[in-house]
């Protein structure tokens, strides 16, 4: 082995993030016990509204659950046979069949059984997210209250007040659905603090990511997943957004020292969407070249909002507060949660493939990436529309560019040898060879 | 200088021995279960055919799906990289370059040095590769190397719509039963073939002039199919199956004179 190039250093809030998610999952299965409310969506619902309810209301994001399970393989698969016998097809969002499959098995990927929310919110962009609680219900054979908000209204760009309206009014619907069938007075004063959070969350991480613009990085993206995973949680609560400023400051104090995710980083590339979460350890991989994943547009855009800065490069979203803002209504503070939202950048693509590319040419320019690593995910039809024409795109942008096939949830459809070969012919195209 | 280059391929192990820039020798063998022995295996014909000791090999370069079974090599590369190596050696003006292998399908876009600058390879799935052939011959109740002949007999064109290997056996059993014509059936299983290779190809770019490389390209129905598809020349070397051996005993001789850049695994 050759020496490090760089000093590296394992992250000190490493920890405290693993907790978070543990006292997360936890507290959404032993919410009844404490007197308090379950209630289950995407991690793309707005979280921030449901928290108007109280302080012992718990969430449980869909994909981010089904992501759980498919690390555990053998888990993993009994869910997805379970979702097959009852008739579903294969080529199905993973996720959501890993989640279906807990359900029917009644277990908990997290110990126990499978908790049964008091109620549904959830929002519709994807093509499986509305289906996916249909569904639910249907499993659970239970009348589970449900939301939906449509926030399908075309790329930021071209919003719109009336498009801003159609999804602000339908927040306005959704509170008093909430307090109807939670029996509770809706609180404003929480919503206002969980959209604060909620913005100051979702900026922090963007931050984050864009420190990763460092040479070394002080990131990579392995390691990005674990982090990026609580803001799919709740990224409207405090301990969240709390959490992402402490990150924060540690990886500014990173950079500063010159501390690198990959001690001998010669090499930089980004995925686009979701891994095979079963196979992370393709990125470990990696660093066997001296290469380094500083992210992807899923882990930087997923939760991530991002502005352009004065200088033209991309950069963290100023929040309200940041601007001056004092949010002082409830429909000022679903005005500015819908506006900030609906300019989250992995929606935009779910619109038009070239959005997408740009994105991911500007991240590939800005991030002084080597290449670019496609994941051909039959696992997720929404995010790899299009994947094909990214490739060309990204191609004629100048950067060299890999594809390999799998399934974020369904570890069935990932070869890992054949995927490791690939890596090893893109290496060797881009001029690296292993350090061993 | 005398160097080698052992391709470990899915279904054979070709290894081929170079001094200079001659081929002196080359040899194949099934790969079966254990790699280590067919490199090995090959890797002593070799010797035997040329009367060159081990001693005398200045470097040894690995390639294919299999190369870390050679363990006695001294660098590896892969087969992309072999591939677009070799082909010049035969072919100087080539741009891009097909590989039908066994198990893989591959399409190489290179420079005139052999550098790789882009490359698809096939799906999950042996359909679009040497493998399908085998297994729909038997299906035919034909001998492999009678395919590609048969083929060109034929008159009609049949799409056949099923890809996959298990899937396309049943068609295949099928068109035997409406009692279409083997020959019929040959150029259909081959068309098939080609229009997957030919659409992996275009994710790449056509860039003339186009080679054709691997076992497959022995299969003279499947050649005319490609032709047909892809509309321009292909430029097939003698002994396709061993390019990316030639590749990687090039590769060799280079990483001998450079010992810095050994990629070794």
Same mark, same amino acid.
């Given at each position: 082995?050759?020496?490090?190039?760089?000093?590296?250093?394992?992250?000190?809030?490493?920890?405290?993030?693993?907790?978070?998610?543990?006292?997360?999952?936890?507290?959404?299965?032993?919410?009844?016990?404490?007197?308090?409310?379950?209630?289950?969506?995407?991690?793309?619902?707005?979280?921030?509204?449901?928290?108007?309810?109280?302080?012992?209301?718990?969430?449980?994001?869909?994909?981010?659950?089904?992501?759980?399970?498919?690390?555990?393989?053998?888990?993993?698969?009994?869910?997805?046979?379970?979702?097959?016998?009852?008739?579903?097809?294969?080529?199905?969002?993973?996720?959501?069949?890993?989640?279906?499959?807990?359900?029917?098995?009644?277990?908990?990927?997290?110990?126990?059984?499978?908790?049964?929310?008091?109620?549904?919110?959830?929002?519709?962009?994807?093509?499986?997210?509305?289906?996916?609680?249909?569904?639910?219900?249907?499993?659970?054979?239970?009348?589970?209250?449900?939301?939906?908000?449509?926030?399908?209204?075309?790329?930021?760009?071209?919003?719109?007040?009336?498009?801003?309206?159609?999804?602000?009014?339908?927040?306005?619907?959704?509170?008093?659905?909430?307090?109807?069938?939670?029996?509770?007075?809706?609180?404003?004063?929480?919503?206002?603090?969980?959209?604060?959070?909620?913005?100051?969350?979702?900026?922090?991480?963007?931050?984050?990511?864009?420190?990763?613009?460092?040479?070394?990085?002080?990131?990579?993206?392995?390691?990005?997943?674990?982090?990026?995973?609580?803001?799919?949680?709740?990224?409207?609560?405090?301990?969240?957004?709390?959490?992402?400023?402490?990150?924060?400051?540690?990886?500014?104090?990173?950079?500063?020292?010159?501390?690198?995710?990959?001690?001998?980083?010669?090499?930089?590339?980004?995925?686009?969407?979701?891994?095979?979460?079963?196979?992370?350890?393709?990125?470990?991989?990696?660093?066997?070249?001296?290469?380094?994943?500083?992210?992807?547009?899923?882990?930087?855009?997923?939760?991530?909002?991002?502005?352009?800065?004065?200088?033209?490069?991309?950069?963290?979203?100023?929040?309200?507060?940041?601007?001056?803002?004092?949010?002082?209504?409830?429909?000022?503070?679903?005005?500015?949660?819908?506006?900030?939202?609906?300019?989250?950048?992995?929606?935009?693509?779910?619109?038009?493939?070239?959005?997408?590319?740009?994105?991911?040419?500007?991240?590939?320019?800005?991030?002084?990436?080597?290449?670019?690593?496609?994941?051909?995910?039959?696992?997720?039809?929404?995010?790899?529309?299009?994947?094909?024409?990214?490739?060309?795109?990204?191609?004629?942008?100048?950067?060299?560019?890999?594809?390999?096939?799998?399934?974020?949830?369904?570890?069935?459809?990932?070869?890992?040898?054949?995927?490791?070969?690939?890596?090893?012919?893109?290496?060797?195209?881009?001029?690296?060879?292993?350090?061993? | 200088?005398?160097?080698?280059?052992?391709?470990?391929?899915?279904?054979?192990?070709?290894?081929?021995?170079?001094?200079?820039?001659?081929?002196?020798?080359?040899?194949?063998?099934?790969?079966?279960?254990?790699?280590?022995?067919?490199?090995?295996?090959?890797?002593?014909?070799?010797?035997?055919?040329?009367?060159?000791?081990?001693?005398?090999?200045?470097?040894?370069?690995?390639?294919?799906?299999?190369?870390?079974?050679?363990?006695?090599?001294?660098?590896?590369?892969?087969?992309?990289? $072999?591939? =677009?190596?070799? #082909?010049?050696?035969?072919?100087?003006?080539?741009?891009?370059?097909? /590989? &039908?292998?066994?198990?893989? !399908?591959?399409?190489?876009?290179?420079?005139?040095?052999?550098?790789?600058?882009?490359?698809?390879?096939?799906?999950?799935?042996?359909?679009?590769?040497?493998?399908?052939?085998?297994?729909?011959?038997?299906?035919?109740?034909?001998?492999?190397?009678?395919?590609?002949?048969?083929?060109?007999?034929?008159?009609?064109?049949?799409?056949?719509?099923?890809?996959?290997?298990?899937?396309?056996?049943?068609?295949?059993?099928?068109?035997?039963?409406?009692?279409?014509?083997?020959?019929?059936?040959?150029?259909?299983?081959?068309? $098939?073939? =080609?229009?997957? #290779?030919?659409?992996?190809?275009?994710?790449?770019?056509?860039?003339? /002039? &186009?080679?054709?490389?691997? !076992?497959?390209?022995?299969?003279?129905?499947?050649?005319?199919?490609?032709?047909?598809?892809?509309?321009?020349?292909?430029?097939?070397?003698?002994?396709?199956?061993?390019?990316?051996?030639?590749?990687?005993?090039?590769?060799?001789?280079?990483?001998?004179?450079?010992?810095?850049?050994?990629?070794?695994?």
């Amino acid at each position: 082995m050759r020496s490090a190039k760089y000093k590296t250093e394992p992250l000190k809030c490493w920890q405290k993030a693993k907790e978070i998610r543990e006292n997360y999952y936890k507290n959404y299965a032993k919410a009844h016990e404490k007197g308090g409310i379950r209630w289950a969506g995407g991690a793309w619902s707005f979280d921030a509204i449901p928290a108007g309810l109280g302080d012992d209301v718990y969430p449980i994001t869909s994909e981010p659950y089904g992501a759980s399970v498919a690390w555990n393989k053998e888990f993993a698969l009994e869910c997805q046979e379970a979702v097959e016998r009852a008739g579903y097809a294969r080529d199905l969002c993973s996720y959501m069949r890993n989640y279906w499959g807990s359900v029917m098995l009644n277990k908990y990927v997290f110990g126990g059984e499978f908790p049964t929310p008091d109620f549904i919110w959830q929002d519709h962009i994807c093509c499986s997210h509305a289906k996916w609680y249909q569904v639910v219900k249907d499993i659970e054979k239970k009348e589970i209250p449900f939301f939906c908000i449509d926030v399908s209204v075309g790329p930021y760009e071209q919003i719109n007040e009336h498009k801003l309206n159609y999804v602000v009014m339908q927040m306005h619907d959704g509170i008093e659905w909430l307090e109807k069938i939670a029996r509770r007075k809706y609180d404003d004063e929480k919503l206002i603090q969980a959209v604060y959070n909620h913005c100051r969350s979702t900026s922090l991480w963007a931050e984050v990511c864009a420190l990763n613009k460092m040479i070394p990085a002080p990131l990579d993206e392995k390691t990005m997943y674990s982090l990026y995973v609580l803001g799919t949680l709740q990224k409207s609560s405090k301990v969240v957004a709390d959490f992402y400023q402490e990150l924060r400051d540690e990886v500014k104090d990173r950079v500063e020292r010159g501390i690198a995710a990959v001690g001998n980083e010669r090499c930089r590339v980004m995925t686009d969407t979701q891994p095979p979460w079963a196979f992370l350890k393709i990125f470990r991989y990696l660093e066997k070249y001296g290469c380094v994943s500083v992210g992807s547009l899923y882990t930087f855009g997923l939760i991530g909002m991002w502005d352009v800065q004065e200088d033209g490069t991309w950069g963290p979203r100023r929040t309200p507060q940041e601007n001056g803002i004092e949010i002082k209504t409830r429909d000022q503070a679903l005005r500015t949660l819908a506006d900030w939202e609906l300019k989250k950048p992995e929606w935009q693509h779910f619109y038009y493939p070239h959005l997408k590319s740009e994105m991911m040419i500007r991240i590939a320019k800005e991030w002084k990436l080597n290449g670019i690593m496609l994941h051909y995910n039959r696992g997720c039809e929404g995010l790899s529309l299009g994947i094909a024409e990214n490739r060309i795109a990204l191609i004629k942008a100048g950067f060299p560019v890999m594809s390999f096939e799998g399934n974020m949830g369904d570890e069935r459809e990932f070869d890992e040898t054949r995927t490791i070969a690939r890596i090893d012919a893109f290496m060797e195209t881009l001029g690296f060879e292993r350090l061993e | 200088m005398v160097t080698v280059g052992i391709d470990c391929g899915a279904k054979e192990t070709k290894a081929l021995l170079i001094e200079g820039n001659k081929i002196l020798a080359k040899y194949s063998v099934l790969s079966g279960f254990d790699q280590k022995y067919a490199a090995e295996e090959a890797f002593e014909n070799i010797l035997k055919k040329t009367g060159i000791s081990r001693e005398d090999i200045t470097h040894i370069t690995s390639t294919g799906v299999g190369r870390k079974g050679a363990y006695f090599v001294n660098s590896s590369i892969t087969e992309v990289g $072999a591939n =677009a190596k070799g #082909i010049l050696f035969y072919y100087p003006s080539v741009r891009t370059v097909i /590989d &039908v292998g066994a198990e893989e !399908g591959r399409a190489i876009k290179l420079d005139e040095r052999g550098k790789v600058l882009d490359f698809a390879i096939n799906e999950k799935c042996a359909a679009g590769a040497g493998i399908f052939t085998e297994t729909m011959a038997r299906a035919l109740e034909i001998k492999l190397e009678e395919m590609g002949e048969l083929s060109l007999k034929s008159q009609k064109p049949i799409p056949m719509n099923a890809q996959c290997a298990v899937f396309a056996e049943s068609e295949v059993v099928s068109l035997i039963h409406s009692k279409t014509p083997k020959e019929d059936i040959a150029r259909s299983i081959l068309d $098939a073939i =080609a229009d997957r #290779i030919a659409s992996m190809v275009r994710r790449i770019g056509i860039e003339k /002039d &186009v080679a054709l490389t691997g !076992g497959v390209a022995k299969n003279i129905g499947f050649v005319h199919s490609l032709k047909r598809d892809l509309q321009v020349e292909l430029f097939i070397p003698e002994n396709p199956e061993f390019i990316c051996a030639l590749g990687a005993a090039l590769i060799a001789a280079e990483r001998a004179l450079s010992p810095s850049k050994e990629g070794g695994e």
